[in-house]
């Protein structure tokens, strides 16, 4: 569950109240890729209580099937509180002491339609503790036989990891598995470099560590063989995809709106590449198409109830010159 202040522009201490909403980078990922148009089920867990029912009946009204959310009694649904002071200061508070989210089991996992599944989305945070990480490997490994696509994406929230080095242990542990990994370059490079401990803690990449992490994704692909692209999300400057069959990289831009909320733009982002990308097109395509839906996003307020469907995405690309 999400809280977000009503007040934009507040300092935290002088909210003085807040909109319910559902959240969580995956749940993000289901309710935009359903408002665009697509059959989704969300693979999580929430607590036998009011918060609980809240979410899964905002799941329903989304479109989103909840026949795979499990109740976990004694245990609580995850809780974000976010303030918004744009441009670029969104403080957030997770309550996420013993969620029952990470509390998913490898029984639960083997119970997800994988074989009639098109993409099976996966989060980096699903790793970081509890049998959850067991159910997101088992999850990862049971698709193998199946015709699905596995995303990744890396969703690096730095206060659920124990140590800075575990982020990068765990999430390579999936990259045998992986077709598609999706994230920005802090979190690549947090996944990648032999010390994370700077970057997860807030500090920007200098060029040198730029230069590193290009080289880094280009070598993914003679490490993991079954990995075909990496999606580079570069804030302003758009995203860059890393492909296996190509040896350059493409560059597509991003758009440029008035800034309300960051909070769900790359959860918006990746609904809407999942989208483009079941329907067919090509990665450049995408690539915009999911820029358009971050970008809308950003210029809103809230998260999964900003997230937009279909015609607003083809209305705003209309728009653009």
Known sequence: MDLFSEQIGAEFHEIQSFSSSVGGSPTNIAIGSSRLGLTVAAF?????????????????????????????????????????????????VFYREDPADIHLTIDEAQKLPLDSCRILLLSGTALSRGSCRDATLFAA???????VQIYHDLDLRPDQWNTAEAYGIW????????????????????????????????????????????????????????????????????????????????HVAGFSVQLVNTVGAGDAFASGLIQQRIHGKDWATAARFANACGALVVSRHGCAAAMPDLSEVLSFLQNQT
């Open 44 to 92: 999580t867990a929430v607590g036998d209580d009011a918060v609980g029912r809240f979410v899964c009946r905002y799941l329903e009204k989304e479109g989103v099937d909840t026949s795979y959310v499990s109740t976990k009694a004694s245990k609580r649904t995850g809780l974000a509180v976010l303030g918004i002071q744009p441009p670029d200061r969104f403080p957030l």
């Open 171 to 250: 999430q390579r542990r999936l990259f045998p598995f992986l077709q598609v990994i999706i994230g920005t370059e802090e979190e690549f490079y947090a996944a990648l470099a032999p010390d994370p401990v700077p970057v997860m803690t807030g500090e920007p990449l200098e060029p040198d560590q730029l230069n590193d992490l290009t080289d880094w994704l280009q070598r993914l692909f003679q490490q993991y063989p079954t990995l075909q692209t990496l999606v580079l999300k570069r804030g302003a400057k758009g995203v860059s995809i890393f492909s296996q069959e190509n040896k350059h990289i493409m």
């Open 141 to 147: 490994e049971k698709c193998q036989p199946f015709p």
